[in-house]
């Protein structure tokens, strides 16, 4: 196959004209119009390219085995598949807020979180806790537990003094 830098390297922009987004089971699916070939992809996953800035644009689509069908530019276009659209990346990007954080205790390298969030009290744990919290500036971070979920600090600043003493190492 005789591939040039320009077929590598081209951007393939779906939009509600060349893409039909559609429920399987209990997974998104796809199916593509482009170049005048039509093409079912099955399940797809969604993930953003810019994930703590751009929550409803730039989202890459790929098939089952993690290789790109194309870029969703914005969500906007989508109208009624838009739905569809966000309840996947809302699956995908679950991201409890906390909102206090009763302890933090460090043992063998790990650090045991018990943390109130918008969806109940939690317990997590973090391995090398300085590089499992991304710091995002103007107090909001990201912690990553041991098995890849994700927790999010809104604003560390606007907790109470307890909690933000036990964090504010790490941000």
Not at 43 to 50: C, D, E, G, N, Q
């Amino acid at each position: 196959m005789n591939h040039t830098l320009s077929s590598i390297i081209e951007i393939v922009y779906l939009t509600p004209d060349n893409a039909t987004f559609y429920q399987k089971g209990d997974f998104l699916a796809l199916t593509t119009h482009i170049k005048g070939e039509e093409q079912d992809h099955g399940v797809i996953k969604l993930r953003r390219l810019f994930p703590f800035e751009e929550l409803w644009c730039d989202i890459t689509v790929m098939n089952a085995a993690g290789e790109e069908i194309g870029v969703i530019a914005s969500l906007e276009p989508f109208g009624d598949t838009k739905a569809l659209l966000v309840n996947e990346l809302e699956r995908v990007y679950f991201t409890p807020k906390i909102s206090k954080i009763y302890s933090m205790k460090d043992k063998y390298g790990f650090s045991s979180w018990d943390v109130e969030t918008d969806i109940g009290r939690i317990t997590f744990s973090v391995k090398d806790t300085f590089r499992s919290i991304i710091s995002l500036g103007q107090g909001r971070a990201i912690i990553t537990d041991v098995d890849g979920s994700r927790y999010e600090i809104p604003d560390a600043t606007k907790l109470d003094k307890s909690s933000y003493k036990k964090v504010e190492l790490y941000l």
